[in-house]
Structures are given as structure tokens and as C-alpha cells.
């Protein structure tokens, strides 16, 4: 069973920044894609952003250039920095990853990012 190791939450003033980290473990095998969902008060889960294997980054609608999506050169990892956060930025944040032939899809337990005004 894969298990997706999130890190980087936490409580920050607005305007101040995140950085998450997630860590994939090397039994999850070939990596499809990575990427990064929230869940907001009353709004649905909702894209941040996915980067697939061969670099293709794809940002959720409405995610602006506050989030940048990257993976550091390794398979293994993904990042979220967020920048300027807002207190509508509030919420769990999710690792995700999709793996294999049978396109299995694995999340991350979230981690919360609480922004104060």
C-alpha cells in the first residue's frame, strides 16, 4: 500500500507563504502524474494544479499565479508553493498521485493551511 508522506501546513498571516511537500515512496512504482487538491469551506475539492511525468503542468480553473506547482527534478516529490495567501486560501490540501498501468489513484492524508487576517 502506498502512503504519501504530506508536510509544509500550517497557520500564516495573510500575504505571508507555504511551501508543502509531499513525498512519494519508490514502491509506488511509475508515477502517471502529481499533483495537489483542496479542500475549502463550503466549496468542493477543488484542482490546484498536476504535473504529469513528462513535465506537462496543468493548473485547476481559478487557481491564479499565486500557486506554483513543481517537482524539483525528482520523481519522487512534489511541491506547492503558495504565495500571498489569502484567508479564503483555508483549508485541507491534498497530495495526490496517479500510478501504474492501472492508472490507480493514491491521496495523501492533507495537511491544513489555516490563513489568519
Known amino acids: 500500500q502506498v502512503h504519501l508522506v504530506e508536510s509544509g501546513g500550517g497557520s500564516v498571516q495573510a500575504g505571508e507563504s507555504l511551501s508543502l511537500s509531499c513525498v512519494v515512496p519508490?514502491?509506488?512504482?511509475?508515477?502517471?502524474?502529481r499533483g495537489w487538491y483542496r479542500q475549502t469551506p463550503g466549496r468542493q475539492l477543488e484542482l490546484i494544479a498536476e504535473v504529469a511525468t513528462g513535465g506537462t503542468v496543468n493548473y485547476g480553473d481559478g487557481m491564479d499565479a499565486r500557486f506554483t506547482i513543481s517537482t524539483g527534478g525528482s520523481e519522487n516529490v512534489v511541491y506547492l508553493q503558495i504565495n500571498r495567501l489569502k484567508p479564503e486560501d483555508t483549508g485541507v490540501y491534498y497530495c495526490t498521485v496517479n500510478i501504474g498501468r492501472s492508472q490507480q489513484d493514491v491521496w495523501g492524508r492533507g495537511t491544513q493551511v489555516t490563513v489568519s487576517s
Open positions: 519508490e514502491s509506488a512504482g511509475h508515477i502517471n502524474s
